[in-house]
């Protein structure tokens, strides 16, 4: 008797979708739930289903167990992250913000709401449990009320990963950490480049606010630096009121490419993500994305520093994030400026972890993941990149 159900259109994406599912493996799950019997002791005798154990371990329940990102396991030994394909990092930083702190709590409350998801996309046919290895390294260790030494604990902390083949995944934390994750990549690029690829209601291209390197000011630092050419620097979604002049003359005067939200609704989605695609490409290795969970309308994310009425709807963002990451070699992935303490019902959380989960599956789906070799654009020996500041 055919499986196939009869109230699914014959090429529709659910029939199709349906079709992935068959075809994936169960390995993950069982390892999985072994693990869970051997660590978390047999269930009492009165449980039926045999494969749930004493103390909650893996998945299930997903209001249960410790808060790493989707309940992956946790690397307290930072020096073994090369052995997993994906790096969950944390960066607890807000001291960039110029006016709504909370952002610091961004890792923690992406992770709490990630524990809501399950690692199988219907749609696309990943699971992530069966296909890639993933871990949480935890934090880096930031330092309150200062920039400069949190910034070089970030380079060195995603330097550490980066270099070691593993795909890194970075919570934020304000964006300020743009600059400091960008060069730790370029740390490690030898003579290769990057490119980035910047989603956000706001340019952040000013080079000082408030006489500091603020969540204002990434792309004018990290665009100092050789590998990392302002001409491949890409920023979707910029407009409204919350552009400051001097980013402004900056993005002019160094030919960066900008589309705002009414852009993208007029050459449309895929001419949008074609043209990102291609200037960031240009002359480059691998491609950065930085992606500000305020690019998206104030309305679904409302828990965020600087909320812009007027941004892309989250399934214009989700698309466009598929088109990019599908079409090009990313080297990495932050999420940033998620500010719990202004969120209503984890939903600007949880459009964070609906970002990362796209994006490691749409890797899966174009064949960058799992790494089978660590790619060669990365650089074994660190080197000095960025430009001395003033």
């Given at each position: 008797?055919?499986?196939?159900?009869p109230?699914?259109?014959?090429d529709?994406?659910?029939?199709?979708a349906?079709?992935?599912?068959?075809?994936?493996?169960?390995?993950?799950?069982?390892?999985?739930?072994?693990?869970?019997l051997?660590?978390?002791?047999?269930?009492a005798?009165?449980?039926?289903?045999?494969?749930?154990s004493?103390?909650?371990?893996?998945?299930?329940?997903?209001?249960?167990?410790?808060n790493?990102?989707?309940?992956?396991?946790?690397?307290?030994?930072?020096?073994?992250?090369g052995?997993?394909?994906?790096?969950?990092?944390?960066?607890?930083?807000?001291?960039g913000?110029?006016?709504?702190?909370?952002?610091r709590?961004?890792?923690?409350?992406?992770?709490?709401?990630?524990?809501?998801?399950?690692?199988?996309?219907?749609?696309?046919?990943?699971?992530?449990?069966e296909q890639?290895?993933?871990?949480?390294?935890?934090?880096i260790?930031t330092?309150?009320?200062?920039?400069?030494?949190?910034?070089?604990?970030?380079?060195?902390?995603?330097?550490h990963?980066?270099?070691?083949?593993?795909?890194?995944?970075?919570?934020?934390?304000?964006?300020s950490?743009?600059?400091?994750?960008?060069?730790?990549?370029?740390?490690?690029?030898?003579?290769?480049?990057?490119?980035?690829?910047?989603?956000?209601?706001?340019a952040?291209?000013?080079?000082?606010?408030?006489?500091?390197?603020m969540h204002?000011c990434?792309w004018?630092?990290a665009?100092?630096?050789?590998?990392?050419?302002?001409?491949n620097?890409?920023?979707?979604?910029?407009?409204?009121?919350?552009?400051?002049?001097?980013?402004?003359?900056v993005?002019?005067?160094?030919?960066?490419n900008?589309?705002?939200?009414?852009?993208?609704?007029?050459?449309?989605?895929?001419?949008?993500?074609?043209?990102?695609?291609?200037?960031?490409?240009?002359?480059t290795?691998?491609v950065?994305?930085s992606?500000d969970?305020?690019?998206i309308?104030?309305?679904?994310?409302?828990?965020?520093g600087?909320p812009?009425?007027?941004?892309?709807?989250?399934?214009?963002?989700?698309?466009?994030?598929?088109?990019?990451?599908?079409?090009?070699?990313v080297?990495?992935?932050?999420?940033?400026?998620?500010?719990?303490?202004?969120?209503?019902?984890?939903?600007?959380?949880?459009?964070?972890?609906?970002?990362?989960?796209?994006t490691?599956?749409?890797?899966?789906?174009?064949g960058?993941?799992?790494?089978?070799?660590?790619?060669?654009?990365?650089?074994?020996e660190?080197?000095?990149?960025?430009q001395?500041?003033?």
């Amino acid at each position: 008797m055919s499986e196939q159900s009869p109230f699914q259109p014959p090429d529709s994406e659910a029939q199709r979708a349906l079709e992935k599912e068959r075809q994936l493996p169960l390995t993950g799950w069982q390892q999985e739930v072994d693990k869970g019997l051997e660590y978390g002791l047999e269930a009492a005798e009165s449980i039926n289903d045999r494969t749930i154990s004493t103390f909650s371990r893996g998945e299930l329940p997903h209001y249960a167990g410790i808060n790493t990102f989707m309940k992956a396991p946790y690397l307290e030994d930072v020096n073994q992250v090369g052995n997993y394909d994906v790096a969950i990092v944390g960066v607890p930083h807000d001291s960039g913000t110029t006016y709504r702190p909370g952002t610091r709590f961004g890792p923690q409350g992406i992770r709490r709401i990630s524990a809501l998801y399950t690692p199988y996309n219907f749609e696309l046919g990943v699971d992530l449990r069966e296909q890639i290895t993933l871990c949480d390294v935890g934090d880096i260790f930031t330092i309150p009320a200062n920039n400069e030494k949190s910034f070089d604990q970030i380079s060195k902390g995603v330097a550490h990963v980066f270099k070691s083949g593993a795909f890194p995944i970075i919570l934020g934390g304000d964006h300020s950490i743009g600059f400091p994750t960008v060069r730790a990549v370029c740390r490690h690029l030898g003579d290769k480049k990057v490119g980035i690829i910047h989603f956000d209601r706001h340019a952040d291209t000013q080079e000082t606010d408030l006489d500091e390197r603020m969540h204002t000011c990434p792309w004018f630092h990290a665009t100092n630096m050789a590998n990392a050419p302002a001409k491949n620097l890409v920023q979707m979604g910029i407009g409204g009121w919350q552009v400051p002049r001097p980013g402004v003359k900056v993005c002019r005067e160094r030919a960066t490419n900008i589309l705002t939200v009414t852009d993208i609704c007029e050459m449309g989605l895929d001419a949008a993500a074609d043209f990102a695609i291609e200037r960031a490409t240009d002359g480059t290795d691998c491609v950065w994305i930085s992606f500000d969970i305020d690019c998206i309308d104030a309305g679904f994310v409302p828990g965020t520093g600087w909320p812009e009425p007027g941004g892309l709807l989250p399934r214009e963002a989700l698309y466009l994030l598929k088109k990019i990451v599908q079409n090009t070699t990313v080297c990495g992935i932050e999420v940033v400026e998620v500010s719990p303490p202004y969120d209503v019902s984890d939903m600007t959380s949880l459009m964070a972890t609906r970002v990362i989960c796209d994006t490691m599956a749409h890797l899966v789906v174009s064949g960058q993941l799992p790494r089978r070799e660590k790619p060669t654009y990365i650089h074994e020996e660190a080197q000095v990149v960025d430009q001395p500041w003033s």
